[in-house]
């Protein structure tokens, strides 16, 4: 399947555009029914005879071309609709049998009830013009109407979250008006696999109301299932966590498919270069070293504990709490005690095989360094945050 991409050079279109590739080289296979061949990628600085050539090889178009925020208003009606005709004009000129995808505005729903959005009257015609072609042609048209894209663009431009991300990622200056405003997002990647699902045919329809997307067989519009609703307060309010964590160590709660664990990806990388790397604060004594990691919201902290050559550490016990204790370099023993029983276990432990051994509640429990040459470095877990005011930790030697 050859596929031309308008826009290639937006948001959409390179992301789209890689994953096609990754696609196509065999770097992602979890769509196996896929064969993408050639993969043309038009913008603005491409020329007539490239549209033309790229017209008469395409089998798939994604038309992602568009103007969001010209100097003129009317700029809008001949970016969004005049390119479309010209395409469209393109595509009957060879007879082209290629299905096409118009990346549309819900902007276009308001258009059609109240009429107030030229960026929205120009989305809505651009939409009309493309049904028309389908009927005419004979060919499938998937128009969908995005809610607003969340993903890798520059700031200070036609995304709140970009601008947010980027001001506070850089420490700039930025404005929330409303912190109760509420935007209807749509990721990057979800986007990405929607288009994917188009490709092999398994695309969502729905209809559009005016107030909410209502997904419908045979609904004459597409839409991304996933979506996430929330507030420029709720935005900002993580955003700022994200930043605190290098010297907080706290991450939120982020889920799988959640909004929190897709922003704080897009917040990464907005980082500037000199902020990649922050340092950690290392407890060092004559033992050895202890360094903190990572607090989470819900499942405890990691960190790293390096013991000096012949060196015993721990001889506590819990209530509650528990732990992982993992070899990840030279060569220890671990041992533990029961408290009511008296019962002992111990486990020898190298980093040339990696384990993990439980440190159980009601056990006390050391960690030794049997080597008098190299530190032993332990990868510590623990199921809860430590909390100096109550720390569940009581000295008993095993």
Known sequence: MNILITGAKGMVGRALCHNLEALRDGKN??????SIGEIYQYDLDSTPEELDEYCAKADFVFNLAGVNRPKDPAEFMAGNFGFASTLLDTLKKHHSRASIMLSSSI???????????????????????????????????????????????????????????????????????????????????????????????????CEFNG?????????????????????????????????????????????????????????????????????LKMNVDARGSFTELLHTADCGQVSVNISNPGITKGQHWHNSK????????????????????????SFEVSGDKIEAVHMIPGWTHNIKNLSDKEPLVTIMTCNENFNPNHPDTFFEEV
């Open 107 to 205: 902007q276009a729903t308001l258009a059609g009830r109240f009429g107030t959005s030229e960026y929205g009257k120009s989305k809505l015609a651009g939409e009309e013009l493309f049904f028309a072609y389908g009927k005419e042609a004979g060919v499938k048209v998937a128009v969908y109407r995005f809610p607003n894209l969340m993903g890798r663009s520059r700031p200070n431009y036609n995304s709140a979250v970009s601008t947010f991300c980027w001001a506070i990622a850089n420490d700039q200056p930025y404005t929330v008006n409303d912190p109760s405003v509420e935007l209807e997002l749509l990721y990057i990647d979800d986007l990405v696999e929607g288009m994917f699902d188009l490709l092999e045919g398994k695309e969502l329809h």
């Open 322 to 345: 528990w732990e992982l204790f993992i070899v990840v370099r030279g060569h220890g023993l671990i041992e533990e005690r029961n408290l009511d029983t008296n019962e002992k276990v």
């Open 211 to 279: 107030v909410e997307t209502i997904p419908t067989e045979g609904g004459r519009y597409c839409c991304v299932p996933v979506t996430h609703k929330v507030t420029l307060g709720r935005i900002v309010e993580l955003l700022k966590t994200f930043k605190e964590q290098p010297s907080t160590l706290y991450m939120p709660k982020i889920p799988d498919g959640s909004f929190e664990k897709k922003l704080y990806s897009l917040y990464l990388s907005y980082l500037p270069k000199e902020k990649f790397k922050f340092p």
């Open 29 to 34: 296979r979890t769509r196996p029914n896929l």
